[in-house]
């Protein structure tokens, strides 16, 4: 492996450790297969195409002399961000220019992509080194009901502070809410409209389709902001204060015969940058949430999320993985050879758990446990953000299936990093196995 040293420190909440749900186009390899190499994508930079739909990198005179140099050290292919708030910038109108000249770019030098269907705002988190905002139409909803928008706690003077990264999963299925479409419809249209435009490269150029579920592409509540104050470790903020949250846990609290539960989050869990200790409801002993009304408040805000997570899983397959899907009418050739993954959990170096905010029973950080704590089956895949500062219990991870590499930069390419690139490549082409999941790893 890479050496400690090479490896740049990630924090959770950027954009290099996230949950998804994946999509392979064409066949999956056979579980017999006897080939020990592990591809490697490298995922490219968060402003490839940036806000105003761009292909920034095309004149640039270091960007594809460097993926030609990992080309020849054996790379699989390249990962890329596909934004929604770059692309369809005013209702139902996509422009895909910037995408389709990136991907005429990459093509002739043999690689695959690795595509993600971004639905969150870039910029404000650990990482965070572009501005890609939601689409400003989106926006000018929210300047008129902000309660779209995920809400910590209020304050004395404030009625909480809304985060604008993510659209809330408590208004997503509300008809009509976005000019005429719920916020799913959205997020359905936008997958069928880049299916139709590059169904062509669909299964060949196009290999992976990866979903991103939540704030940084993360299958989670915004509930650790830098632009709200957080900084590491602190335990964050319960996202559950605009009027469809509440409305939520006010129906959940009566129909499970506890009305008087239904009113606020718990009022004792602390600030952005608390310790769990310093909280009464997160404190180990005889903490708020082991309490019934606390046990009751955890279950409908992880269910609500888990809820969100199934609803994408079942956006993305109804598109991706329905025979005679194409919106034109005419079946499409790969719809039906596609594979739905299921969400999944960033890991740390080395096989220990990627630090989360201060160790708590936070359902507020985290949506999934490691792999081995994941009963639903399904390929894992794992986006890694850098050392592990926070230790933890380790565990085996299971042989590779592939590898997503965080991520191109100037600083990767220069020759002190190449000898450590080099070492990398020669070691994952020795590693893995028939049965493989999926890790991506950052320098």
Not at 165 to 183: D, K, M, N
Request: aromatic content about 10%.
């Amino acid at each position: 492996m890479v050496p400690q040293a090479a490896w740049e420190a990630g924090q959770p909440g950027s954009h290099s450790n996230f949950q998804s749900a994946r999509v392979s186009m064409g066949e999956e390899e056979p579980a017999s297969c006897a080939t020990t190499s592990v591809p490697v994508m490298v995922m490219l930079p968060l402003d490839t195409v940036n806000a105003d739909g761009v292909f920034r990198y095309a004149s640039s005179k270091w960007f594809l002399p460097a993926i030609r140099q990992l080309a020849a050290t054996g790379i699989h292919g390249v990962a890329v961000d596909v934004w929604w708030g770059a692309v369809e910038r005013s209702p139902r109108r996509y422009d895909w220019s910037g995408y389709r000249q990136l991907f005429s770019a990459i093509k002739p030098l043999g690689l695959k992509f690795q595509v993600v269907m971004s639905f969150h705002a870039c910029g404000g988190n650990v990482g965070d080194n572009a501005l890609v905002p939601l689409p400003p139409w989106v926006h000018k909803v929210g300047d008129s009901d902000p309660d779209i928008f995920f809400t910590d706690r209020p304050r004395e003077s404030s009625p909480g502070q809304r985060n604008r990264e993510y659209i809330s999963w408590f208004a997503e299925t509300e008809p009509g809410l976005l000019r005429g479409r719920s916020v799913m419809e959205c997020y359905i249209d936008f997958m069928r409209a880049f299916r139709d435009e590059f169904m062509g490269e669909l299964g060949s150029l196009i290999e992976e389709v990866v979903v991103g579920s939540g704030p940084c592409g993360e299958l989670r509540y915004p509930a650790y902001p830098e632009t709200n104050g957080w900084r590491f470790p602190g335990i964050g903020e319960f996202q559950c204060y605009d009027r469809r949250a509440l409305a939520s846990l006010a129906r959940a609290a009566g129909a499970a015969g506890h009305p008087e539960w239904g009113n606020s989050g718990p009022s004792n869990a602390g600030s952005y940058n608390s310790h769990p200790e310093e909280t009464g409801f997160f404190q180990t002993w005889n903490g708020g949430w082991q309490s019934p009304q606390g046990e009751f408040f955890l279950g409908w805000y992880s269910d609500a999320l888990l809820e969100h997570g199934e609803r994408m899983l079942t956006a993305v397959t109804s598109v991706f993985n329905s025979p005679g899907s194409s919106s034109s009418g005419d079946p499409s050739p790969r719809s039906s050879d596609t594979m739905v993954g299921s969400p999944h959990t960033s890991v740390g170096v080395g096989g220990t758990v990627s630090p989360a905010p201060s160790s708590s029973p936070n359902p507020r950080t985290r949506g999934r446990g490691p792999p081995s704590q994941n009963p639903g089956g399904g390929p894992v895949a794992t986006w890694q953000g850098g050392r592990d500062g926070a230790g933890g219990p380790p565990y085996q991870l299971p042989p590779l299936r592939g590898c997503t590499f965080l991520r191109l930069t100037r600083e990767l390419m220069a020759p002190s990093y190449q000898e450590h690139w080099v070492r990398f490549m020669a070691q994952m082409k020795v590693n893995g196995g028939p049965a493989r999941t999926q890790t991506q790893t950052k320098l």
